[in-house]
């Protein structure tokens, strides 16, 4: 797992710039410096506001397994933010999936059960 682990670490920050450098070759430098930061102010508020609203179910909590949902809910969301601000295109799309709300609370749900069969799909209405 350790091993795993550290070959993420490094491969993902080089295929990060790998792709960051192609795309700056194909729409250009100062295009793809305003991606970056772009991805990174909107990622810093969607974490923003997904907080809150982990922050809000928190503090409505009632039994123990709400609350160990909801702190990994947050943990998740600070993972999240730390993606997004990190400048590449793999840690942001990593990032804002993360945020989106309906597949966090199903990562947790799955973390915290341990139950590794078939996931249910919901419709979500927007």
Do not use: C
């Not at 749900?109 to 979500?124: D, L, Q, T, Y």
């Amino acid at each position: 797992m350790l091993g795993i682990l550290l070959l993420l670490m490094i491969a993902v920050p080089f295929t990060d710039l790998y792709i960051l450098l192609q795309i700056a070759g194909m729409i250009g430098f100062w295009q793809t410096l305003a991606i970056v930061i772009a991805t990174g102010v909107i990622g810093a508020a969607i974490v923003r506001r997904e907080g809150r609203h982990v922050l809000k179910k928190l503090q409505r909590s009632v039994t123990a397994g709400e609350v160990s949902r909801n702190v990994a809910e947050g943990a998740l969301l600070v993972i999240a933010g730390l993606l997004l601000i990190t400048p590449g295109i793999i840690t942001d799309v990593t990032g804002f999936l993360l945020t989106f709300r309906p597949l966090r609370e199903r990562l947790v749900a799955r973390w915290i059960s341990g139950n590794s069969g078939n996931i249910e799909v919901e419709v979500f209405r927007f």
